[in-house]
Nanobody
Framework: QVQLVESGGGLVQAGGSLRLSCAASGRTFSSSIMGWFRQAPGKEREFVATINRSGTYTYYSDSVKGRFSISRDNEQNTVYLQMNSLKAEDTAVYYC?????????????????WGQGTQVTVSS
């Protein structure tokens, strides 16, 4: 059974940067679609970014496009989310998720395994 562990969250000033990491256990990481989602207090979980198995295709929500970058290292079983030019509205718990088959997706219900989340707080 695959487990996902996020790290790298914290408190940062608006305009700053953070890099989130998500380490996966198990042998299926390189054959899995990966995604990042976030959930702010009182709001539904929303899509942030997704990446295909080889790392050659990425897709972002409009709210983070041009500021965030998703990448992966299949040898290290890790997916990353580089977040630049952070805004107060980026404050949320960020989750990585694994989708075992098919193509990339923006829908949380398509992802089978989730990490515990890491808090990102952006002060204005």
């Amino acid at each position: 059974q695959v487990q996902l562990v996020e790290s790298g969250g914290g408190l940062v000033q608006a305009g700053g940067s953070l890099r989130l990491s998500c380490a996966a256990s198990g042998r299926t990481f390189s054959s899995s679609i990966m995604g990042w989602f976030r959930q702010a207090p009182g709001k539904e979980r929303e899509f942030v970014a997704t990446i295909n198995r080889s790392g050659t295709y990425t897709y972002y929500s409009d709210s983070v496009k041009g500021r965030f970058s998703i990448s992966r290292d299949n040898e290290q079983n890790t997916v990353y989310l580089q977040m630049n030019s952070l805004k107060a509205e980026d404050t949320a718990v960020y989750y990585c998720a694994l989708k075992g088959y098919g193509s990339t997706s923006i829908f949380p219900n398509d992802y089978l395994t989730w990490g515990q989340g890491t808090q990102v707080t952006v002060s204005s």
